[in-house]
């Protein structure tokens, strides 16, 4: 079946237009989970949804941030007024129920110039 | 809080060698372990996982035993190939309640023919 997919997979932006990050997780999956992946590091958590619930925000660097899934499938990760420190690799993720083995997306690469 | 930690790369190694790549955590109850792999220009994908003291996580040729005395889940495989060429990252998640998953910063792998 289908896996997680990411739109756009290459996003460049100039320094403080905003962005949209598209994430179509697997149909049915209740967890739903983004992480921000820098240059040979590994990814760090941003938000976890659970269907429509944003549950944990935590990991949102700052307020140009935010995230949503209003129907409980589909979801978005905004950035305001993009910065240089924002270039990285988005991953989004999905699991079935409890959020223990995810299924990731290819990313999506933005560079702020 | 919770942290992994990994050997870091690249590894080098020839075709039909032995792989060990080394992954040590702390983390408070009783995590599950993960080992995901990310080949070049795709996302993460789960390679292996336990989810108690003393499991043998397997796939492809590639296993991690889950050592809580030694709070270790190293990755080994007999016989490597040039097809197993990727980054792998160790992880944990899913215990002590807490449902945000910890990841290593990846071990880069490459395999000569």
Request: glycine share 12%; net charge negative.
């Amino acid at each position: 079946g289908a896996g997680v997919s990411q739109s756009p997979r290459y996003k460049v932006a100039k320094r403080g237009q905003d962005v949209a990050l598209r994430c179509d997780p697997i149909s049915g999956h209740v967890s739903l989970f983004w992480y921000q992946q820098a240059l040979g590091q590994g990814p760090e958590f941003l938000t976890y949804f659970q269907n429509e619930a944003q549950l944990d925000k935590s990991g949102l660097p700052s307020d140009r941030f935010f995230a949503e899934r209003p129907e409980g499938s589909v979801s978005t990760l905004k950035i305001q007024r993009t910065q240089q420190e924002d270039s990285a690799v988005y991953l989004c993720a999905s699991s079935p129920d409890r959020p223990d083995t995810q299924y990731f997306g290819p990313g999506t690469r933005l560079t702020v110039l | 809080g919770d942290s992994v930690t990994q050997m870091e790369g690249p590894v080098t190694l020839s075709e039909e060698a032995f792989l060990t790549i080394n992954c040590t955590y702390t983390a408070t109850g009783y995590p599950s372990l993960f080992w995901y792999v990310q080949y070049p220009g795709e996302g993460l994908q789960l390679l292996l996982k336990a989810t108690k003291a003393d499991d043998k996580g397997s796939n492809k040729g590639f296993e991690a035993t889950y050592r809580k005395e030694t709070t270790s889940f190293h990755l080994e495989k007999g016989s490597v190939q040039v097809s197993d060429s990727a980054v792998y990252f160790c992880a944990l998640g899913g215990g002590g309640g807490s449902y945000i998953p910890t990841f290593g910063r990846g071990t880069s792998l490459i395999v000569h023919p």
